[in-house]
């Protein structure tokens, strides 16, 4: 059951520890708790809930197992607000490697542009933790710019990185682009065909 908006602050808090410590304690299977998981996420992401997202952040730096972290930077993630992801990827930059990376990604799949402003802003950080990195740089570069899609995007990413060295991700740089190239072709064609079927719809034949 969904809470509604008058619900405490706390509810996704104590919800998340309960299944965390349903988990330890009662052995409770991974794939359950995974789906449990899966419904708070859900259950985040409808509600939209601003004060319960700020309290299971505020929460976030007292969780010391790194899976149940990565799994509540998950959820977090999960909320459709520009402002609670600047938050959360602000507060990544503390966390451990695979969970900058997490966070990024996640953010990157719903606000794209959010999450690539803030790798260029913060890009320093990011380098020197993952530059040297034969695999995570080029993972850490795709996910940043894999759902961007317009040819300002594209030309801002490759002048982006003439001017900042990719490390070992110099080759997912090109294969970033290709996928932008790739995401602005299919967003052309979609505006194309909507265009020749609202025209045909309007004029009251079939497409």
């Known amino acids: 059951t969904q809470p509604e908006r008058g619900d ?3 509810y996704f808090f104590k919800r ?8 330890k ?13 899966e419904l708070l996420k859900d259950t985040m992401r409808v ?10 952040f505020r929460a976030l730096g007292s969780i010391t197992d790194p899976s149940e972290r990565a799994r509540t930077c998950e959820i977090l993630a999960g909320i459709k607000d520009r402002n609670s992801h600047k938050k959360l990827l602000q507060a990544s930059l503390t966390l451990p490697k695979d969970e900058k990376k997490q966070v990024l990604s996640s953010v990157a799949a719903i606000y794209p542009r959010v999450a690539w ?17 034969q695999f995570k740089m080029a993972i850490l570069i795709e996910v940043v710019v ?24 110099a080759e997912a740089v090109k294969q970033g682009l290709e996928t932008i190239a790739t995401n602005i072709k299919w967003k052309d064609l979609f505006h194309h065909n909507y265009k020749k079927y609202a025209f045909a719809f309007a004029r009251g034949k079939s497409y």
Do not use: C, P
């Open 16 to 23: 998340l520890h309960r299944i965390y410590g349903r988990y």
């Open 146 to 169: 894999q759902h961007l899609s317009t040819t300002k995007e594209y030309d801002d990413v490759q002048n982006f990185f003439k001017m900042h060295d990719a490390g070992t991700g």
């Open 117 to 133: 402003k803030f790798f260029k802003d913060n890009y320093d950080v990011y380098f020197k933790v993952f530059g040297n990195d």
């Open 25 to 37: 304690r009662e052995g409770v299977r991974k794939e359950d708790r995974d789906y449990e998981l």
């Open 47 to 56: 509600t939209e809930h601003i004060k319960t997202w700020e309290s299971l």
């Open 8 to 10: 405490t602050d706390d």
